[in-house]
């Protein structure tokens, strides 16, 4: 299994970006589909973005898309985040995940955590 390892977080005000960056070490990189989840408090923890190993296969949370872009670095075993627009609403703790998965499937679960990183956005 990977172990990944976000950055990234921040404060921001509403409508700023951030990019967040997420190296997993360990494993075979290209043999993992990734994704972010965020958790703010009280709330379950959700899915944002989910990318695969084939090209072109992301998906994306409804409350994100447009907005929130993944993507991957298989040369620099990295996957990124960028927020867009960002609203006091997209604030939690944003963890990076991955999971084994074969090339023409999106996982369904995730088994390798990060310890996530705060994302602040303030109106």
């Known amino acids: 299994q990977v172990q990944p390892v976000e950055s990234g977080g921040g404060l921001v005000q509403a409508g700023g970006s951030l990019r967040l960056s997420c190296k997993a070490s360990g494993g075979n990189f290209n043999s993992q589909s990734l994704g972010w989840l965020r958790q703010a408090p009280g709330q379950e923890r959700e899915l944002v973005a989910a990318?695969?190993?084939?090209?072109?296969?992301?998906q994306y949370g409804d409350s994100v898309k447009g907005r929130f872009t993944i993507s991957r670095d298989n040369n620099r075993n990295t996957v990124y985040l960028q927020m867009n627009d960002l609203k006091p609403e997209d604030s939690g703790i944003y963890f990076c995940?991955?999971?084994?998965?074969?090339?023409?499937?999106?996982?369904?679960?995730?088994?390798?955590w990060g310890q996530g990183t705060q994302v602040t956005v303030s109106s």
């Open positions: 995940a991955a999971k084994r998965t074969i090339v023409t499937a999106m996982p369904e679960y995730f088994d390798s």
């Open positions: 990318i695969g190993r084939g090209a072109g296969m992301t």
